[in-house]
């Protein structure tokens, strides 16, 4: 028999221990502290599942952005690969506690290969559980990093055929705009999904703001502007509660195939350098092959693949 609980203050914040697997306990537990202490999550939030004899077998961690009430995504699903039981258990007193506190939606990543913080190991079995508890793949995509930024001569010059302007000289309604129209011929399956479901201009508005939610100052945002006078990329560069991240980058149709994805990663990577950055990362669908290739271009490492979950409530 399973008991899917909250976890009791002595069980924060490390949840289930690993005996053998002392890595993997340091840095989950470092990993549970920061989204406390950061309220990325709250005690109440933090699900073990406790077996006959009360020992704790598995644990799941509903996850939002600072500052909100409503979960978005749930970390740390931890559950033993012979366990669907308890793995669906644990999902579904998720999903009740996210939607009791009024999310619509529950998502979940899953990285491979396996690393700190949470050790995704043996991905295909995670998939299979949330399958089996609802959720369907959204996205597969690509994960980039980027070390040392800011070091001297490590990246390379502005692209000289682009003029920025920033959200601080320009406001919200240029950059929606940009958006629209990127987003109107996407190679982004979860945004070409919001097209659909909203419409561009919608779809458009939704992205800003959600990219708003992270940390950034208003002169990072920028438009790039072609000699021609029209908008030929958007950057929109950010922090996360635990590294700096690219955010959105795009390239309006019109000016495609020009290497301005190139251009445009150099730029928020420059900005961020400039904030301080020691660390960048960003990612991008798996098929914006172009993408993926002007991450590259600017010294990005592809350390790992996501596969992006959601489960509507």
Not at 197 to 224: D, I, V
Not at 244 to 249: K, L, M, S, Y
């Amino acid at each position: 028999m399973t008991l899917v609980r909250s976890a009791r203050p002595d069980e924060l914040p490390a949840l289930v221990e690993h005996p053998d697997d002392p890595e993997r306990n340091a840095a989950t537990r470092a990993y549970l502290a920061q989204l406390l202490d950061s309220a990325c999550t709250r005690p109440e939030w933090c699900l073990v599942a406790e077996d006959g004899d009360g020992r704790l077998t598995g644990s799941v961690v509903l996850w939002t952005i600072p500052g909100h009430e409503v979960p978005l995504a749930f970390v740390l699903f931890e559950v033993p690969e012979d366990a669907p039981e308890t793995a669906a258990a644990l999902l579904d007193a998720a999903a009740a506690k996210a939607r009791e506190l009024g999310a619509k939606e529950l998502e979940h990543v899953v990285d491979s290969p396996a690393q700190a913080p949470q050790f995704q190991r043996n991905p295909e079995r995670r998939g299979e559980l949330l399958r089996a508890s609802g959720y369907g793949v959204v996205r597969d995509g690509r994960r980039f990093s980027l070390g040392t930024p800011g070091a001297p001569g490590g990246q390379p010059a502005d692209d000289p055929r682009l003029t920025f302007r920033s959200l601080a000289e320009l406001g919200r309604e240029p950059f929606v705009a940009a958006l629209a129209e990127l987003l109107a011929d996407t190679a982004d399956a979860r945004l070409a999904a919001d097209v659909r479901q909203h419409g561009a201009r919608r779809a458009a508005e939704l992205l800003f703001e959600e990219t708003a939610e992270l940390k950034y100052e208003p002169e990072w945002w920028e438009l790039g502007y072609d000699a021609d006078g029209t908008v030929a990329v958007i950057s929109l560069p950010a922090e996360n509660p635990s590294v700096a991240v690219i955010g959105f980058v795009g390239v309006t149709p019109a000016h495609r195939g020009k290497g301005y994805a190139t251009s445009v990663v150099v730029r928020g990577t420059r900005v961020l350098a400039a904030a301080g950055a020691t660390e960048i990362r960003g990612d991008c669908d798996a098929a914006n092959v172009a993408m993926a290739k002007a991450f590259e271009r600017a010294g990005y490492v592809n350390f790992a693949d996501r596969l992006e979950f959601a489960r509507s409530l």
